[in-house]
C-alpha cells in the first residue's frame, strides 16, 4: 500500500530540532550549576531562565512562572481561576486539549464564532455582559486549529472589554515566532497587562520532549499559581529549563527560529498551493504563520465519517468536532465540515499527495 | 551570630548529586535518541526507562509509569482513585505533602498511630472495617518523618486486609536502598500485588531537581493514572528520563547509591549517638537507614512554640503538626511535641551541635 501521510498532530518534524546544541546546553548547564539545577526549590522556574526570560518580554521575573509544558499552566491556571458556575469562553473552533482542560477543571466553556479577524466581537461583548467569563482563552496569532490571526482592533477591544468587566485574557502564543510573511500584531499584554495572562512554551521553537513553557501575568496570579503548581508536583523539572536558559545566553533560540523558518516556510506554500489547485471551490484560512491551515467543507460535500474514509485513503486526519466547544445558542458549529491541515511535519510532496487523496474523499 | 543548623526538609545535600555522570547522561541521551527523546509522546514515560525498571523489579512494562516526580504520582493518583466521601489512610504521623494532596483531591485522610513495627494493625483492621477506604498510604522502610520500618508481619497482614476488603495500599519507598545496618524486609509488592501500588523516585538517589519518579501497579490502573497525567500535562518531561536510563544501563546507579551509605552512614551513627548523649531522657526511633530520626517530647517537656524558640537559638525545625491526620477519634495526636530530625544534609559537627541547641529548649 502506498505511504501514510498525517495532516493530525501540531507536530514539529525531527530534523527541526537543534539536538547537538540541546545536548551541550544540557551538560552545560548541570555542570555550571548543580547546586541549584539538581536541588528541591525554585517551584516558580529556574531563575536565570526567568531574569532572561524577563529581560526578552520587559517584564519583572516575579511576573513569570516557567513550568513543565504550557498545557499544565492551562491546568494550573483553570484550577486557581474557575469556581463552580464559571464560564470560560474560547474562540470557535479552538485547542481541542484546551477545551478539554478547562472542562475538567469545572468550567462550562462556550465558544465565540472565529471570523478572519479574529473571534466575533459582537456576540462576544454579549456574553461577556451577560454573564462575566472566568476567562477568554485566544491563540491570537496564526490560531490552532484555524489559523486565524487576530487583528489589532480586535485585540484592543478585547483587552478593553476584560478591563471594562474584569474577567482574565489568556493569550496563548506557540507559533507566534514562527512568521512566513508580513509583520507581527501587537501582543495582548502591550495593549493593557491588568488583565492579559501571556502563554507560550519552547515545543515549536526548540522541542516538545523539553515540557518547558511559561507565562507571564500579574505577579499575585503568579504567586497563586506557583503555589497550586507546588501543591501538585513540587517544583519542575530544572535541567530542562537550564538548558534553554543556556541556548538563550548563546543566542541560539534566535538561530534556531531563522532555522525554522527556512524549513516551514516552504511546507506552508506547498499547503496553500495545493489547497488552491486541487480544491479551488472550498475557501480556506491563508494564515501568515504557525503549523496549521483549515478549511470548512461547504454544506453539500460529502463529509459524513470523513476522518475513516480518509483513513482508509491512506491520509490520517483529526475529527473536527474535538475543535468546538458548546456553541452560542444561535450559532451551530460546523465541526464535522471542519478540517484542520498542520504542514510543518510534512514534506511538499506528502502535501500535496496528501491533499490530492482528500479531494477524491469529498 | 553562629551559623545556623537546619533540622527542616529532607533534602540531600548538593554532594551527593553525581553531577559530572548526570551531565554526560543528559547530553548521550537526548544525541543517542532524539526523535523520541525530544519529541511529543511517551505519555507513560521514555520506554527504554520502563524497560529497565521493569527488568530491576520484575514486572512488565505496562505496569509502570515514570512520570515527573513522585508527589505528582501521588496527586494523580487521588484524582483517580478518590471520589466524593472516600476516606484514606495513613500512618499516623507521615509525609505532610502526601496528606495535603490526598485532602486537595477530596479525600479524608485518617491516620492511624504508628508504633515501632509500622501501623496499629488492631486499629487499622477495626477501621477498614467499619469503612473501606479508597487506599491506605504508607512509608514502609525508614518512614517519613518518623524513621520507623514496618515489620514483615505488619506487611503481610496490611496486604491480606487490602485484598480482602478491596482496597489499594500505597508503598511509597524513595529510601528503600538507603539501608545503613540490617536487612531489608519484603516490599509489600512481593507479598501480594494485586491491591499493591509501589511509589518511588530517584529524588533521594540522584537529585530531586530530575524530577524522576515511578509507580509500578496493575496495567489497568497505570492505564488511568497515565490518562489523567496526559490530560494535565501531556506527556512527562523526558530527556531526565533519558538520563537515568544511560545511568541505568552504565551501572553507575548502583556506584552512586554505595557513595551515599559511605556520605551518610556516619551523619545517621552521628545523629543516633547525639539524641542518646544529649537527650538521654527522650525516646527516640532508631532507623536502620533513611534520612530521619524523630522523637516525640515527653508531656512535661518545654514544647510551646517550639519552633520559634529554636530559630532564636540557631536551630531550624519543622512544626511536628503538619505531619499528622485527622486523628481516630480515641487517639490524641503528639503533633507540637513531635520532632523529625533530617539528618543527611548536615556534617556529624552540626548534627552534634544541633542537637545540643534542641537540649537547652526544652
Redo the contacts between chains.
Sequence with gaps: MHELISFT?G??P?EA?P??A???A???S??RD???????G?QQGYPPLRALLAERHGVRADEILVG??S??LQ?LVASVLVRPGDTVLTEQPSYD?AI??FR?RGARVIGIPLGDDGLDLTRFAAEVARQTPAFVYLVPDFQNPAGITTSAAHRRAIVALAEQHGFWVIEDVPYRSLRYRGTAEPQLRELGDSRVITMTSF?KLL?????VGYMIAPAALITRVTREGE??????????QA?VAELLRQGLLDDTIAALLTLYRPRWQAMLQALDQTLPGVPHSTPDGGFFVSLTLPPDANSADLVGRARAAGLLLTDGRAFFAEPLADTTPAGERFVRLPFCAVTPEQIAEGVRRLATLL
Design positions: 498532530r507536530v514539529p525531527t530540532f539536538t547537538a540541546l545536548a551541550e544540557l551538560a552545560a548541570v555542570t548543580p547546586a541549584v539545577v539538581l536541588q528541591y525554585q513543565n509544558g498545557l499544565q491546568d486539549r478539554a482542560t475538567r515545543s522541542s516538545p520532549g523539553l515540557r501543591n501538585q508536583y513540587l517544583s519542575p523539572v530544572l535541567p530542562t538548558a
